[in-house]
């Protein structure tokens, strides 16, 4: 994809944070913006914000954990503009707590959101995108946690590294459709993810324990340093430009924190040494 001039954009999680920045930079140049949220009290202030900057968008309730919340907001958009080309699988929230702490119910809802949404939206719109065949894109927001696993983060982790893989299979998949596909791994950026939980309805503490534990110090220690990353984190705004600039260049991984590179690189080189390991182990030789 060469330009966004005209091209309609669907972004969930648009109506704050990263995908509200995407919004208002794609906007800027000429695309057809459509934000999708819950949060239709942010979505509101989000399209006031950007139209006293000058910006059209149109604005769309969605929750991307349910699929015919999804159906229904694409089909909102055909009636907008007519068709779509790029879509933003941006919406996700996160959740801390350790093995026997996290209730199953908070579990679901975070796999609902950060991994099922993201498939409910290539579901949804990869056909609409091939039926003009003009091509396409797709943005998946990952994250580095989606490479790099944390104490006391693990479902956050398991939905994050779960979005690269998707993202990497169907990078190859839809490559002949003219559809292409980038995942966008920020470390910390900006914005109210830290109060996730916002949106969360209230649930049960179902769990697996057999009695449940309150969160320990270390897990809420952890959960403030994250606090604090992300309040002092890059700018959503850089963000959004760095992967709009990454999608019109057509790279797959968009890296935002070139910091991390050396934990990536120690994350390759233990991977590197157990195989080395089992490659000098004879009973294995034959595999090769
Ligand atoms: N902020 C960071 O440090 C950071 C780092 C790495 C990755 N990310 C990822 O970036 C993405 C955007 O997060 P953000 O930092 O802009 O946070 P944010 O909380 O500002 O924005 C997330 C948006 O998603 C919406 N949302 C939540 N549940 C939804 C649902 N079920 N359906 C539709 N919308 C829903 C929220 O209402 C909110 O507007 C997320 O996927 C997050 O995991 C953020």
């Not at 509200?20 to 906007?27: D, E, P, T, V, W």
């Not at 026997?100 to 908070?106: A, S």
């Amino acid at each position: 994809m060469n330009s966004v001039e005209n091209k309609v954009v669907f972004i969930t999680g648009g109506g704050s944070g990263i995908g509200l920045a995407l919004g208002r930079q794609l906007a800027e140049r000429k695309a057809k913006v459509v934000l999708a949220d819950l949060d239709l009290q942010r979505l509101a202030q989000a399209k006031r914000l950007l139209s006293e900057q000058g910006l059209v968008v149109e604005t769309i309730y969605c929750d991307v954990a349910d699929s015919d919340s999804i159906k229904e907001a694409a089909l909102a958009t055909i009636d907008f503009f007519g068709k779509v080309h790029i879509l933003v699988n941006n919406a996700g929230v996160t959740l801390t707590g350790k093995p026997g702490q996290i209730p199953l119910n908070d579990w679901r809802w975070i796999v609902d959101i950060n991994l099922m949404g993201v498939v409910y939206g290539v579901e949804t719109f990869v056909p609409l995108i091939q039926s003009h065949a003009e091509g396409g894109y797709i943005i998946n927001t990952a994250s580095m946690a989606g490479h790099l696993a944390a104490p006391a983060m693990s479902p956050y982790n398991a939905t994050k590294y779960a979005v690269v893989g998707y993202s990497e299979t169907i990078k190859q998949d839809l490559e002949r459709d003219n559809i292409g596909v980038s995942v966008l791994c920020p470390a910390w950026v900006r914005t109210d993810i830290y109060n996730t939980e916002r949106n969360k309805p209230s649930v049960g503490s179902e769990s697996l324990g057999i009695e449940r534990e309150e969160q320990d110090a270390s897990t809420s220690g952890i959960w403030k340093q994250a606090v604090e990353a992300i309040e002092s984190g890059l700018d959503p705004n850089l963000v959004a430009e760095w992967t709009i600039e990454c999608m019109l260049a057509n790279r797959f991984y968009i890296f935002t924190h070139p910091k991390m590179r050396e934990m990536m690189a120690q994350r390759f080189r233990l991977l590197d040494t157990e195989f080395s390991t089992v490659g000098q182990d004879k009973r294995f030789l034959k595999t090769d």
